[in-house]
């Protein structure tokens, strides 16, 4: 069980930062994250408090910089005087570890099975997800890029990161990501869907940009 006031600190002070970012990494985002996190915990017997608030706090850094965000978000969460209420030195210590050590490109496996839980909470390896969030990634980014080009990185992208070779590594067996990734890869491979499916995304996320 999480403490109610951490939860009421969390989404007073901290879960309303994610508002800012881009679109794919939202409340929304932080929201999923925050509930795999916890289940996660739960089916592996580790503190569910600790999950939350390093799930709550994992992409806080991207205030500063999406290349330093990692690190970024494990200082504002050691930095938070607040978080000294529930937790220990060692404890805060661990949790921002775990921060630092989600990010999918690190070649390092996380240091704590906090770690591992929450770099694989964030993964949300998720077709449909996946290719929006690209596709929000790239017209809030990369906004001078045309149709094709955005084509291009997205295919690039997800060569880089999901397909076989790729830099994504998971660390929890207990977790259907394995599974949903070879969905992906089979995706990746068949050009003509994975073209459909750009088409549709990009044409309902243009619509959406441009309503602001």
């Known amino acids: 069980m999480v403490n109610k006031e951490i939860i009421t ?15 794919a ?3 929304n985002h932080a929201d999923v994250v925050i509930e795999r996190s916890l289940a996660l915990a739960r089916r592996l017997g580790v503190r569910e408090d600790m999950a939350y608030v ?4 994992h992409d806080t850094g991207l ?10 978000s494990k200082r504002i969460l050691l930095e938070d005087s607040e978080l000294k209420r529930w937790f220990t030195a060692e404890e805060l210590a661990v949790m921002g570890d775990a921060v630092e050590d989600h990010r999918a490109s690190s070649k390092q496996p996380p240091r ?8 694989e909470a964030d993964r949300l390896i998720d077709v449909h997800s996946i290719l929006r969030r690209t596709v929000q990634f790239t017209l809030s980014h990369h906004p001078h890029l045309d149709k094709e080009e955005g084509y291009e990185r997205m295919l690039q992208h997800l060569k880089e990161k999901y397909d076989y ?3 994504l590594k998971l660390w929890i067996a207990e977790s259907d ?16 869907q ?8 990009y044409s309902e996320e243009s619509v959406r940009n441009s309503r602001g």
């Open 177 to 192: 990501n394995a599974r949903r990734l070879e969905e992906l890869r089979k995706v990746i491979a068949d050009k003509t």
């Open 25 to 27: 990494h939202r409340r």
């Open 9 to 23: 600190y969390v989404e007073r002070e901290i879960l309303p930062r994610y508002d800012g970012f881009d679109a």
């Open 112 to 119: 704590t099975l906090y770690g591992c839980i929450v770099a």
């Open 54 to 57: 390093i799930a709550a706090y």
């Open 194 to 201: 994975l073209r459909a499916l750009y088409e549709q995304i």
């Open 165 to 167: 070779g790729g830099y």
């Open 63 to 72: 205030a500063v910089g999406r290349d330093v965000h990692h690190t970024e």
